[in-house]
Each structure stands twice: as C-alpha cells, then as structure tokens.
C-alpha cells in the first residue's frame, strides 16, 4: 500500500455545476436498465464505468464524472432496482457483479477505469478479481468491504429486521411515512459530513429523485440489498471462493481507495485494509468527510483518479 498521488488541479475539466447527464434504457440481463452517458471531452477520452451504493443511482457521479471528461468517457448505471432501472429477480452481490461484467462486455468498452462507491465498491472488487481483462484502473470510493463492528455503522439498527419473512412491507411503510423532502434530508445526514457541500441544484436532484424511492419495487431492492450484503460480510470470513477478502487480495489491477474519516455507514478503518489487502493499491484518506467523497469533495477526488490513470499509464521498469 502507497499514498495516491493527487494529479495538478489543471488537469480538470471545468464547467459549471453540470445537469444530470443524458440517460437511456438498454436491456441487460432480460431487463430494462437505464444508464447515463458522460461523454469524454478529448479524443483521448477512455472508457470508464461508475458504480454507485445502496439507495443511490446514476446521478452521484454527475460531478466527478463531468471534471473528469477530459480524460474520460464514462457510463454511470443504476443498479436494478434502483434509480430509472427494472427491478430483478435477485439482489446478491454476485448478480450485480455479473451484470455489470455482462455491462461491460456487451458495450464493447472493455478495459474500462472502473469507479464503485460502497456498494458499488463491493460489485467493482469481485468484477475485477474475476475480470481483470475487463478492468484498466480499480477506484474504490468508501467500499462497503466486511467488516464485523456493529457499532460502527448507522444501519446496524436495520440489521435484525432483515430476518422477518416480510421485511420489504416494513420499509416500504417507513417509507410512505416520510415526504421526499424529509427522506432526501435523511439520507444527506447519512451520507454526508457536512451537509453544507451539497449545492442548490443537487439537493433539488436528490429530493426529486428521492420520488422513485416510493415505487413499488424499491423498499424490495433496498432490503434484498441489505440482506445480499449481510451474507457477503459473513462469507468472507469463511473458507470458500466467494470470500471478499480473498477476492480482494487476488485484484493485480491497479487501484486506489478513497476514504472518509467521517464515514457514518462503513467503518473508517475499512479504506486502510482494502488498500492493504490489494497489492498495487493507493490510499486517499480525506479529512472532515463522510460516505461519499466523490459528492462531497469531487474535485480531489478527480485529482486522485487522474493521478492513478497517470501511474497505470508508465511502463513498469521491473524486469
């Protein structure tokens, strides 16, 4: 494990706060799946897939991918069951994991700059380990690797209910009660350390967004979810192939983990030891910030992705 290397901050792309960027439906796996182009800049753009985390969608990428589309032709997708995209059948890490193989084969875009936060993390780390032909660069941002603290994650209340029968009918009316507005604040609390960072447009987005979450199939997807995520944190530290953590250690891409000190939702020792665990890692741990640095700081977070792309870039001198 090194330090990431930050790329000068000229390296950016600068635009004003961008809009969501252009989205379409493409069938996926028998389903509708709705992803968003961020269209590279340059002709020197290189494809790059964005993953994001549990209850989230496409749109948390909106402004790292927009500062970094000088060098990079992205594809943000929503998971199923989440955002604009059909629900499925099944929720476990191992599904999304090759749907998003399946994501990048048939798009014709491999080998991609891979980018998951959290969830999303998780899906990236076991596409890579399993598809390192498809993968060129691995950013985890705050991976939700297993880790066995309770206490050190605000959904541990959650955790018992994923054991009833119907725990979907449970949250899908602890969702009902709640206003869009009164559910987007709920989950900026969670996710962010300071609040404060989130501009004018984006709170309107997430509020607007936060809509969706009323859907039929959604307290569904969240809960099946959870309970997929559960069951990865138990298996990795058991024998057997599935286990994350061995997964993680067999990763030969190069990679860089982006952590928060102010998590809330993963525990912030986690960065350290999924840099630790892959061999060519790269760690940025950043101060005064919560689950997800790519919204809440998205400029650094750029820097250090462009400075992992200029590290892959060198020849390695070895032999």
Not at 37 to 48: K, L, M, V
Not at 163 to 184: E, T, V, W
Not at 236 to 253: E, F, K, M
């Amino acid at each position: 494990m090194k330090s990431a290397l930050l790329a000068d901050d000229s390296a950016l792309s600068r635009t004003e706060p961008p809009p969501p960027w252009p989205a379409r439906q493409i069938r996926l796996g028998g389903r509708s799946v709705q992803v968003r182009e961020t269209p590279g800049s340059s002709d020197r753009a290189e494809p790059a897939v964005y993953v994001h985390g549990l209850g989230g969608s496409a749109q948390n990428w909106t402004d790292l991918a927009g500062l970094l589309s000088g060098r990079l032709d992205g594809l943000a997708i929503d998971l199923p069951g989440f955002g604009y995209s059909d629900p499925a059948p099944r929720y476990s890490i191992t599904a999304f994991a090759d749907l998003l193989i399946r994501l990048i084969e048939e798009s014709g875009r491999g080998p991609v700059h891979l980018v998951g936060n959290s969830l999303g993390g998780v899906i990236s780390v076991r596409a890579a380990a399993l598809r390192p032909d498809l993968v060129r660069t691995l950013t985890l941002i705050t991976p939700a690797m297993p880790f066995l603290d309770p206490r050190r994650t605000l959904q541990a209340p959650v955790v018992p209910f994923l054991a009833l029968p119907r725990a979907d009918l449970l949250a899908a009316r602890r969702f009902a009660r709640l206003r869009p507005s009164a559910m987007a604040r709920h989950i900026l609390s969670a996710c962010y350390a300071d609040p404060d960072r989130m501009s004018e447009q984006r709170w309107l987005e997430a509020v607007a967004e936060s809509e969706l979450r009323f859907s039929p199939h959604y307290a569904s997807a969240y809960v099946g979810t959870m309970r997929g995520l559960v069951g990865s944190f138990l298996r990795a530290y058991l024998p057997g192939a599935n286990s994350l953590w061995r997964l993680a250690r067999t990763i030969s891409t190069p990679t860089l983990v982006i952590g928060g000190d102010r998590d809330r939702l993963v525990d912030t020792r986690v960065p350290a030891q999924v840099a630790r665990a892959i061999p060519d890692a790269r760690l940025l741990m950043l101060e005064g910030v919560g689950h997800v640095p790519m919204m809440e700081m998205p400029e650094t977070c750029a820097r250090a992705i462009l400075g992992l792309m200029d590290e892959a870039a060198v020849p390695s001198r070895a032999g």
